[in-house]
């Protein structure tokens, strides 16, 4: 489940956590789970709840918050140690994928609360999402693992991207025998990606070429 990152989380609010997460994968969002059924199965008195949070959308922002803190965290990791941009995108690519496999609550929360009946909720998850795009592009511009191409052209790569992986994801963890193929689809996605962007550098007059066709 929900790793080092929430070590220090109090007993309670965690206990909360992982229910939510067993209680989502029933098809399932955050918002459509009853305080007392989500106390009874964290084995908790439902005032616990109370304690900690104010009502269901406020323990929503920090299932996402956690959710997405643990994700950044590992990810962010596997660029910094990557030496080439194949590199970072092989591992960052394979340990998403993998995390999702064993977390795949995780998954599911965030492409049902992305479209869920809580605006306070798509408005967090949209806004964890802008900040994983936002920390890849810092960490490609920053170790010039694509330096041809501008921050802002890799912000819009990274939005598409991350976007992307958290859609596929859905497949990847419901048929296992194509977890290979997605893999490799993402890697090429994401290269063909920055290798288009490189190709509008290359040849400035393609853009107008195809607008004027």
Do not use: W
């Not at 803190?69 to 910094?80: C, F, H, N, P």
């Not at 408005?123 to 041809?148: F, G």
């Not at 025998?177 to 290269?191: C, G, M, P, V, Y």
């Amino acid at each position: 489940m929900i790793g080092p990152g929430t070590q220090s989380i109090p007993e309670g609010k965690m206990k909360l956590l992982q229910a939510s997460l067993r209680l989502v994968t029933s098809s399932r969002s955050i918002s459509s789970l009853g305080i007392r059924e989500l106390a009874r199965e964290a084995g908790l008195n439902p005032n616990t709840f109370y304690r900690h949070f104010s009502d269901l959308d406020d323990f929503g922002l920090f299932v996402l918050e956690c959710i997405a803190s643990e994700v950044k965290r590992q990810v962010r990791r596997l660029r910094t140690a990557a030496a080439t941009s194949d590199q970072a995108a092989h591992d960052s690519v394979y340990f998403v994928y993998e995390y999702f496999r064993v977390n795949p609550a995780v998954v599911m929360v965030a492409v049902r609360e992305l479209h869920g009946p809580s605006l306070v909720l798509r408005q967090a998850l949209a806004r964890q999402l802008e900040e994983a795009a936002s920390e890849m592009a810092d960490d490609v511009t920053e170790r010039e693992l694509v330096p041809q191409v501008d921050r802002t052209t890799v912000l819009d790569i990274a939005r598409t991207v991350v976007r992307f992986m958290l859609f596929r994801g859905m497949d990847y963890i419901e048929y296992p025998e194509q977890q290979k193929a997605i893999q490799k689809e993402t890697e090429r996605f994401l290269r063909r990606q920055f290798m288009g962007a490189m190709a509008e550098i290359l040849s400035p007059g393609l853009d107008a070429s195809l607008a004027g066709s």
